[in-house]
């Protein structure tokens, strides 16, 4: 069993940056693809970044390309967001989520966090 624990979400102006921490426990993380979500109110979910450092394969969507980048920390077992250049269309909860076997497809996940706000001022 794998339980994953979102923190770092919060208040931001638009041009800011926030750095989102998933702590992954119950097993290492480096068999599993990690992956960030977001869900804006009346919206579906969607993949916006996702990474399996054992195949090297990783996966940003258009809308956060350049901006955001998922790197981990080994030793603390734990998985970043970096977001940088935030805009007010970034507002969301953002959710951390293992597979393992899909890079894409969020019904493939098998363990997700609970979910951290992100609200970007204009």
């Known amino acids: 069993q794998v339980q994953l624990v979102e923190s770092g979400g919060g208040l931001v102006q638009a041009g800011g940056s926030l750095r989102l921490s998933c702590a992954v426990s119950?097993?290492?993380?480096?068999?599993?693809?990690m992956g960030w979500f977001r869900q804006a109110p009346g919206k579906e979910r969607e993949l916006i970044s996702a990474r399996n450092w054992s195949s090297g394969r990783i996966y940003y969507a258009d809308s956060v390309k350049g901006r955001f980048t998922v790197s981990r920390d080994n030793a603390k077992n734990t998985v970043y967001l970096q977001m940088n250049s935030l805009k007010p269309e970034d507002t969301a909860v953002y959710y951390c989520?293992?597979?393992?076997?899909?890079?894409?497809?969020?019904?493939?996940?098998?363990?997700w966090g609970q979910g951290t706000q992100v609200t970007v001022s204009s």
């Open positions: 989520a293992a597979s393992t076997i899909s890079l894409t497809n969020p019904r493939l996940y098998n363990y």
């Open positions: 119950g097993r290492t993380f480096s068999t599993y693809t």
